[in-house]
């Protein structure tokens, strides 16, 4: 059973920046897509970012050139570098890795981003 850790959620302002990491365990993790998403109150879920087990990204179209998505294979973990942050961006977010049959089926417990104005 694969199970994922999210942290470096918090409180910054407009402008400022936060890295968030989600570290799994179990599982052969080079093989996996992982993916950030967020969910924002009263809104749907969103894909943020995927990063792909060839180390292919996609961004949303909010977030690019702003945020940047990477892995470590070696440390189980992936980062979410996300700079010039806006009110926004404000949501809860949640990693996930695709199972063998290359949907979302893991999932982390979700790590709070608040920007202020």
């Known amino acids: 059973q694969v199970q994922l850790v999210e942290s470096g959620g918090g409180l910054v302002q407009a402008g400022g920046s936060l890295r968030l990491s989600c570290t799994a365990s179990?599982?052969?993790?080079?093989?996996?897509?992982m993916g950030w998403f967020r969910r924002a109150p009263g809104k749907e879920r969103e894909t943020v970012a995927q990063?792909?087990?060839?180390?292919?990204?996609y961004y949303v179209d909010s977030v690019k050139g702003r945020f940047t998505l990477s892995r470590d294979n070696a440390k189980n973990t992936v980062y979410l570098q996300m700079n010039s942050l806006k009110p926004e961006d404000t949501a809860v977010y949640s990693c996930?890795?695709?199972?063998?049959?290359?949907?979302?089926?893991?999932w982390g417990q979700g790590t709070q981003v608040t920007v202020s104005s």
């Open positions: 996930a890795a695709t199972n063998g049959l290359g949907s979302y089926a893991y």
């Open positions: 179990g599982g052969t993790f080079n093989s996996y897509t």
């Open positions: 990063i792909t087990s060839s180390n292919r990204t």
